[in-house]
């Protein structure tokens, strides 16, 4: 066999190996900004939880009488919210 049938095959290959090659790019370069944005939600909620549980931290610590007013003031307060 001649090395110069081996030319044009060796260079529908390299056509292939770089199309595979900027495919997987996309696929990962696609992946990594799902990724940025599933931490960030991630991080939205995590706020969010802490500071839930600042406001339970500070109810637990109320010893006075005005815990169940305080409740039921949070519990207007995230009605409205939702609204």
């Known amino acids: 066999m001649n ?10 290959l390299a056509g292939v ?21 599933e931490f960030a939600v991630q991080g ?5 939880l802490e500071q839930r549980l600042a406001v339970l931290e500070r109810i637990v610590t109320d010893r006075g009488i005005e ?5 039921e003031a949070l519990r ?6 939702v609204r």
């Open 17 to 37: 190996a770089i199309m595979w090659i900027c495919l997987r790019y996309r696929q990962l370069t696609l992946e990594h900004r799902r990724s940025e944005m």
């Open 76 to 81: 207007d307060r995230e009605a409205e919210q």
């Open 67 to 71: 815990t169940a007013d305080q409740i």
């Open 44 to 48: 939205d909620e995590k706020s969010r």
């Open 3 to 12: 090395l110069a049938q081996l030319i044009p095959i060796a260079g529908i």
